[in-house]
């Protein structure tokens, strides 16, 4: 709305002519579009007042710039159209002074060619008339310039000479008329027949005997090439007719296109093809008449603007849509380039692939963009699982070997001869695990099977040296801690093992103290004997128990 006041208010300073009236009906045509297009606001009562408000000031502002103009090209008509009459009064006034001259008997010949070459030189000088009195006009003034040159009689001596001159003249002109009705261009030939009607008009008459078919050629003539024109214009009417007919099917067709819904990058750019296809196939259509032409070419260009307009803000949220794409997915690259040279294989790799879910579900960033992003992505993601490729091939062919070393173990110790003294067998036992325990892993698919053989040989061994429970618990506790000691959470799993014992200890002690004051009441009971040697044996049993869960407790400190 405020641009087209702003091009009423500069039309509104440019100078008045003829062609301000086509400027503003335009800008009213654009004004009233734009009321049409302007959207309704769903906002609060007091916000649509507001918006009403602005709205009838604005239209307030337009529609007083419009009546100014208004005023201003009407003033300007009204004075071409007065002054035009004012030269129809003039011309009407000259023809009658022409007429009185032409038809008064001649009392001075100078003084009658004075009075005529005067009216001649007036008639010239006086502009323009209305258009439909033009040839009324020109016919009264040709025939009365013809009938003043009739009526006198001062040119007896020269009069033959002059007769047969003019009619030289006249018969030039008609030449010049038959060269000119072969003219194609129709504005020359409008221009140059109307310049030759006034030079035949210019000419005085010529012998009575001759003018008949002079006049009755030069009338032939003239038909022909009005007839001529006005065939043309006509082919033109017909022309512009079935052009505006075209371009309001070209209109309704790009109507029916463009009510289909664009989702996609694609759609719109399927539809910018047909689009740009439709303004090429309205460039070829010729021009309709005007005032239908502009309206035409208006809607045409509302429909594609409309279009381009609609697609621009597609584009805009597009863009916008892709910049975060890229945000988020430049993020995750950063992400996998921080964690692809570290060799935690199992929680790198839960890491990677779980941004490379988050890749997946990511949004875009745009074709182009995505290819190079991906690239860049990919290139890390493989780099990190070639490397672990490459660690577990070496792994592998370790675990291979390790699970050879545990089985060859295995053998010899089922092969074990126990030694002759029991420390000397026990000492090969302990070599026995150490090395065990020396040796790295093994494939998981075979560890289980492999430990269970250790574990059996082990026993199988310990069995033929015939140790007591309590040896057997005491060398099964001192593997224990040699392999808690090196698992890599050693630290955790110690604590967690004192931690148990010291609940067992606390458990014994407890029940010691009870045991201790059960002693104090047994003393004091006749016959219980028997119960008290058999609390006593429990006690001593249980104190024992409680040294050894101390010795296992010094020896998880140390």
Not at 79 to 107: F, G, Q
Not at 209 to 236: C, G, M, P, V
Not at 361 to 383: I, V
Request: with cysteine; glycine share 2%.
């Amino acid at each position: 709305m405020k641009e087209i006041i702003k091009q009423l208010e500069q039309l509104l300073q440019e100078e008045i002519t003829e062609q301000t009236a086509t400027k503003l009906e335009a800008i009213k045509a654009e004004f009233q579009q734009s009321k049409k297009n302007q959207p309704e606001l769903a906002t609060t009562e007091d916000d649509n007042t507001e918006e009403m408000s602005d709205n009838s000031a604005d239209e307030n502002i337009f529609n007083d710039l419009c009546n100014t103009i208004h005023s201003r090209v009407e003033k300007l008509t009204i004075a071409k159209a007065t002054e035009e009459n004012n030269h129809l009064i003039a011309k009407r006034d000259v023809i009658a002074k022409l007429k009185e001259l032409a038809e008064k008997p001649m009392d001075s010949l100078g003084e009658a060619f004075k009075q005529f070459n005067e009216l001649k030189d007036l008639w010239r000088s006086i502009g323009n008339v209305p258009e439909k009195h033009y040839l009324a006009l020109q016919r009264d003034y040709r025939f009365y310039n013809e009938q003043f040159f009739y009526t006198i009689k001062i040119f007896k001596d020269l009069q033959e000479h002059d007769l047969k001159k003019n009619a030289q003249l006249k018969s030039a002109i008609i030449e010049r008329l038959k060269t000119l009705s072969e003219q194609t261009n129709i504005k020359e030939l409008e221009a140059g027949v109307k310049n030759l009607q006034n030079e035949w008009d210019e000419i005085g008459p010529t012998l009575d005997t001759e003018w008949e078919k002079l006049r009755d050629s030069f009338k032939e003539l003239l038909n022909s090439i009005y007839q001529k024109i006005q065939a043309h214009h006509h082919a033109i009417y017909e022309s512009m007719t079935q052009n505006l007919a075209l371009k309001n099917e070209l209109i309704e067709k790009l109507t029916v296109a463009l009510q289909k819904e664009f989702k996609s990058a694609k759609h719109f750019e399927d539809m910018t093809k047909e689009v740009i296809a439709f303004q090429e196939s309205y460039k070829k259509i010729g021009f309709a008449k005007k005032k239908e032409n502009e309206e035409a070419w208006n809607k045409f260009r509302e429909l594609c603007n409309g279009f381009f307009d609609q697609k621009k803000t597609f584009y805009d949220a597009l863009k916008s849509k892709y910049e975060a794409g890229r945000v988020a997915k430049e993020s995750l690259i950063e992400k996998v380039a921080s964690i692809k040279n570290s060799y935690d294989w199992a929680n790198n790799t839960q890491k990677i692939i779980a941004l490379q879910k988050e890749w997946k579900d990511a949004p875009t960033a745009g074709y182009n963009s995505d290819n190079k992003l991906w690239e860049t992505f990919r290139s890390h993601c493989d780099e990190f699982f070639e490397a672990k490729k490459k660690h577990f091939e070496t792994q592998l062919n370790e675990e291979q070997e390790n699970l050879s070393k545990k089985i060859q173990l295995i053998t010899r110790i089922q092969h074990f001869i126990a030694a002759a003294t029991l420390d000397e067998s026990l000492n090969q036992i302990d070599a026995f695990k150490n090395e065990w325990n020396s040796i790295g892993f093994v494939p998981k698919n075979e560890k289980e099977k492999i430990t269970k053989l250790y574990n059996d040989a082990i026993q199988s061994t310990m069995k033929k040296l015939n140790l007591t429970s309590s040896q057997l618990d005491e060398m099964q506790f001192n593997a224990l801690v040699g392999k808690m000691k090196s698992n890599p959470e050693a630290a955790q799993i110690v604590r967690a093992e004192k931690m148990k014992l010291k609940e067992e200890l606390n458990k014994l002690e407890n029940s010691i103290s009870q045991k201790e004051n059960n002693l104090l009441f047994f003393a004091k009971s006749k016959n219980a004997n028997s119960m008290l040697e058999d609390v006593k044996n429990k006690l001593e049993e249980e104190k024992k128990q409680a040294q050894i869960i101390k010795d296992k407790i010094k020896k998880l400190n140390t």
